[in-house]
C-alpha cells in the first residue's frame, strides 16, 4: 500500500515561475527523498532529506519536512520547460531499504 | 560508470511465452530491487536482494521470479503471464539498503 499522498495532482505554469508540490505520508520515517519521472522512463533521484532535517537546498530545488505534520513540500524556483516530467515523493522506514512512493504530481512547464 | 542499465528496452510476450529482464550495474552496489509501475501509478517495490539474498519479496506471484547471479546483475524471469501484468519494470540499485536508489530506465513490457 502506498503512504504519500502529494498535491497536487496536476500542475501547469509557465517557464520562470516556482512550482510547489506537497507530498503527506502516515508513518515515522527515517528519510524522504525527491524523484523525477520523466514521461515513462527512470526515475531521477533529487534530493534527500533526513527525518531530523527541516529544510534542504539543491540548485533551483528546496525542500522543506516538517515531520510533526507528516508532510514534506518541494519547491522548484525559476522553472524551465525541462522541468516538465512527475514528481514522487518516496519514504523510508524502518530496517529495510523499501522505498514507498506518492502518488506524484505531474508538472508541466510551458514555454 | 555511473548508471543502470536496463534489457529489453521494451517486451511483447504472450501469455505462454517465458522470458527474462536483465538489469545491470557496475558501481560496487549492494542492494538492488525491482518495482512495477502502472501507467499514471507510482512505482511499487516488488523484491529487494541485499549482498546477492532475497531480502525482501513484496507477495508477488510466483510467475515473477527474481535472480541474482552475482553482485552486478539482477535478473526477473517471467513465466504465464497475465494482461494485467503488463507495466513497466523498473530496476534500482543503491550502495547498501540505507543509501539513495539509482534508478535503470525501465522495459516496458505488454502480454498479450
Known amino acids: 500500500s502506498q503512504q504519500g499522498e502529494e498535491d497536487p495532482q496536476a500542475l501547469s505554469i509557465q517557464e520562470g515561475e516556482n512550482a510547489t508540490m506537497n507530498c503527506s505520508y502516515k508513518?515515522?520515517?527515517?528519510?524522504l527523498q525527491w524523484y523525477r519521472q520523466n514521461s515513462g522512463r527512470g526515475l531521477v533521484h533529487l534530493i534527500l532529506?533526513?527525518?531530523?532535517?527541516r529544510e534542504k537546498h539543491s540548485g533551483r530545488l528546496r525542500v522543506t519536512l516538517d515531520t510533526s505534520k507528516k508532510s514534506s513540500s518541494l519547491l522548484i524556483t525559476a522553472s524551465r520547460a525541462a522541468d516538465t516530467a512527475s514528481y514522487f515523493c518516496?519514504?523510508?522506514?524502518?530496517?529495510?531499504?523499501?522505498?514507498?512512493f506518492g502518488q506524484g504530481t505531474t508538472l508541466q512547464v510551458k514555454p | 560508470d555511473t548508471e543502470v542499465t536496463q534489457t529489453p528496452k521494451h517486451l511483447v510476450m504472450g501469455m505462454t511465452n517465458k522470458k527474462s529482464l536483465k538489469c545491470e550495474q557496475h558501481m560496487g552496489h549492494r542492494a538492488m530491487y525491482w518495482y512495477k509501475q502502472k501507467a499514471k501509478k507510482p512505482p511499487e517495490l516488488m523484491f529487494v536482494?541485499?549482498?546477492?539474498?532475497?531480502?525482501i519479496n513484496e507477495s508477488v506471484p510466483s510467475r515473477f521470479s527474481p535472480e541474482c547471479p552475482n553482485s552486478s546483475l539482477l535478473n526477473l524471469h517471467l513465466h504465464a503471464l497475465q494482461p494485467e501484468d503488463s507495466a513497466l519494470y523498473l530496476c534500482a540499485s543503491s550502495q547498501d539498503w540505507e543509501k539513495t536508489q539509482y534508478f535503470g530506465p525501465g522495459t516496458r513490457l505488454l502480454v498479450l
Open positions: 532529506i533526513r527525518s531530523n532535517e
Open positions: 518516496a519514504t523510508r522506514s524502518g530496517n529495510t531499504g523499501k522505498l514507498i
Open positions: 536482494y541485499s549482498y546477492e539474498k532475497l531480502s
Open positions: 508513518t515515522s520515517i527515517n528519510n
